[in-house]
């Protein structure tokens, strides 16, 4: 990858995306969790980290089962046909994934039965009998406080999802005996679970006491089986979490990749936060093992005020929206129009205004210009570095600022803030232009102009390295036109100028403008 010439020098990262439920195809609001974690994991990368970026599909469970049976298929060729579709989608969308997981490997069912056979051997679970709701769209049991009448049907008042009275044997995993240590973990961890909602949702979900956790179903058996008794498939959120420690290797603890656990960050959509930040660091403790770093939970993407989901059959389809606006701006517009971690609709309306207006005309108008103006005064090379005038100053001190701010809101995971940071300097760029008026200067100060020219360039190719992880195909072409080589796109390359004099081939428009009434 060429944005990581620098890979190592600072440190190890790793970033997942939730594991995707094989049961209908993706949609845009599967897009939105990986196109976060993927800007997260390419800044890092551009910063010199060591990444290791997983996502991957959860392919277990009885939503799943009832999903193939309806298509007409085994569970094994349901999952094969739709793991590929999850998997192209992630690519088609720039997802810079290191490793893709499916949870029906070998290597996952593996680590799976090790896990469990930890937890068994250090008394954390016992047989017994699970009596209670269970939703199968939820994959997820409810107390009877959490659910309620709508029209007749039961269903759980958080997701809405039908649910159904279960009676089986169970194993249970012993969650009751973690409450307290959940609550100093999360005092003694203030950044363990962003955003603020989300902590305080959990916080009191945990304060209220936990119960013992249903971890095993008789009733179907697409699942991974439990060690010693094969009567029992594994609850498939116990099997779905575990994945992120069978992609680090586990339960190889002593090979190079383990070095990548614990995971720096989570990003999960805000529905499944309780079964990351309450059982996953539950299971994890009890087997002696490091909780992750932190759990961020983006909200929801709606269409007209509903969530969009599998189930429901009204998700858009980010294939299609990739090709009605670019992928880039679409990536773009993801992050910028709403705060993450806040809800937020989606509107076509509002994709093309940001791009006309921040992408064509912000940034793509001063590229535009700055590099017709070298093409036609210069002879399109590189004018000479040359010490920078107090009026250069103004421009280049807050570009030279920018990636530690945009760093500092990355890191939060403010990712609109992160780029609101950028279009700072963008519009700078833009008011600065105006001000020097390039244009005029080359009959009376040409040694000016070529000065300003070159303060421009500057300016642009510190503003596409930044945004690469954004934008990675138009920032990719961005410094094609300026001429920064692959293996000089890094943050740290900021600090080597270009040679003076080098030739820039001719500007193309880098944003397609769309048609607002169209
Ligand atoms: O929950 N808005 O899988 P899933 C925002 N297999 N994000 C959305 C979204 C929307 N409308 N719709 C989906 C599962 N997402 C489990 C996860 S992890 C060990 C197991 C995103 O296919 C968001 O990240 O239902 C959400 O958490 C995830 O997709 C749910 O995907």
Same mark, same amino acid.
């Given at each position: ?8 020098? &600072?440190? &190890? ?144 008042? *958080? ?316 920032? *990719? ?30 500007? *193309? ?10």
């Amino acid at each position: 990858m060429s944005e990581s010439g620098t890979a190592g020098t &600072r440190g &190890r990262f790793f970033v997942t995306t939730p594991i995707y439920y094989l049961n209908g195809q993706p949609h845009i609001g599967h897009a939105y969790t990986s196109i976060a974690a993927d800007v997260l994991a390419r800044w890092k990368r551009l910063s010199g980290h060591d990444v290791f970026f997983l996502t991957g599909t959860d392919e277990h469970g009885q939503k799943v089962e009832q999903a193939a049976v309806a298509a007409g298929l085994s569970p094994q060729e349901f999952t094969d046909r739709l793991a590929g579709d999850f998997r192209s989608m992630a690519e088609r969308i720039g997802i810079s994934f290191d490793d893709f997981i499916r949870t029906t490997e070998e290597r996952h069912k593996r680590s799976c039965a090790a896990l469990w056979e930890k937890l068994a051997a250090g008394g954390h679970i016992y047989l017994g009998h699970y009596e209670g709701w269970y939703a199968v769209r939820d994959e997820a049991f409810y107390g009877p406080d959490e659910i309620e009448d709508r029209n007749g049907q039961k269903v759980a008042i *958080a997701s809405g999802a039908p649910v159904e009275w279960t009676r089986e044997p169970s194993y249970f995993f012993r969650l009751s005996d973690w409450t307290d240590r959940l609550l100093a973990f999360y005092e003694a961890n203030p950044d363990f679970m962003a955003p603020a909602s989300t902590r305080r949702e959990v916080v009191s979900f945990v304060r209220a006491g936990l119960q013992d956790l249903s971890i095993s179903r008789t009733s179907f058996k697409w699942g991974v089986p439990v060690p010693g008794d094969e009567a029992h498939v594994m609850y498939v959120w116990l099997d779905a979490l575990t994945n992120y420690i069978t992609a680090a290797g586990y339960p190889d603890t002593g090979a190079d990749r383990w070095g990548f656990w614990p995971a720096d960050v989570h990003m999960v959509g805000k529905e499944i936060t309780r079964f990351h930040c309450v059982y996953w660091p539950a299971f994890l403790m009890a087997a002696g093992l490091e909780p992750p770093k932190r759990v961020y939970a983006n909200g929801w993407l709606t269409i007209e005020g509903q969530k969009m989901s599998k189930s429901l059959g009204n998700g858009l389809d980010p294939l299609l929206l990739a090709e009605e606006f670019g992928l880039d701006p679409l990536r773009y517009y993801l992050l910028r129009e709403v705060p993450f971690g806040n809800d937020g609709d989606f509107s076509r309306r509002a994709v093309v205004g940001r791009l006309n207006s921040e992408l064509a005309n912000d940034l793509g108008n001063l590229a535009q210009r700055s590099l017709s103006l070298i093409q036609r005064n210069c002879e399109g090379r590189l004018p000479a570095l040359t010490a920078p005038t107090e009026a250069d100053r103004e421009l280049l001190g807050p570009l030279e600022a920018l990636p530690a701010a945009v760093d500092e809101a990355i890191s939060r995971q403010a990712f609109g803030e992160a780029l609101e940071r950028i279009w700072t300097v963008v519009r700078l760029g833009n008011s600065w232009i105006d001000a020097q008026k390039p244009w005029s200067l080359k009959k009376t100060d040409p040694v000016r102009m070529e000065a300003v020219l070159r303060s421009l360039h500057t300016l642009l190719r510190g503003l596409a390295t930044i945004l690469q992880p954004f934008m990675p195909g138009t920032m *990719a072409a961005m410094l094609d036109q300026l001429a920064v080589g692959e293996g000089a796109r890094g943050l740290s390359d900021l600090a080597t100028p270009l040679a003076d004099g080098t030739a820039l081939p001719p500007p *193309a428009p880098l944003f397609r403008k769309i048609d607002e009434a169209a």
